[in-house]
């Protein structure tokens, strides 16, 4: 996925596959909770300037997400307690109707550790996050 920011709001246009399903042409509520968790990432890591790990994640399912159908997600940090972060994100098609809604709480990841793990999908350890 490509994330873009307004400096507050995280957001990222997300289209499942059919490989995606779990059930009867809808797709798998486990891939929806990835995706929510990883725009709050984000969200964490452009407002506090760290990555961090979740801690705990709650789902709330909405609606039913086919496959093909071009949803886009919203993630922000809400609260910045320096050893927590909490996090809220949706799912939602552009008529603003809302398939999945979940927030979380994310522990910071220490600079050493975070400049290690940057390597593996950026340009090197000298990242900045989505300014």
Sequence with gaps: MRFET?????QARFV???EHVGFKATVHGGLIATVLDEIMVWACAVRAKKFAFCAELTVRFLNPLKPGQEVVLLGELLQDRRKLFEAKA???DSAGKVYASGTGKYL???????A???TDFVAGAN?????
């Design 127 to 131: 990242w900045q996050p989505l300014e």
């Design 16 to 18: 499942p596959r059919l």
């Design 6 to 10: 307004d400096g507050k709001i995280v």
């Design 116 to 118: 290690e793990m940057a």
């Design 108 to 114: 910071p990841i220490k600079e050493a550790d975070a």
């Design 90 to 92: 949706e799912v939602r």
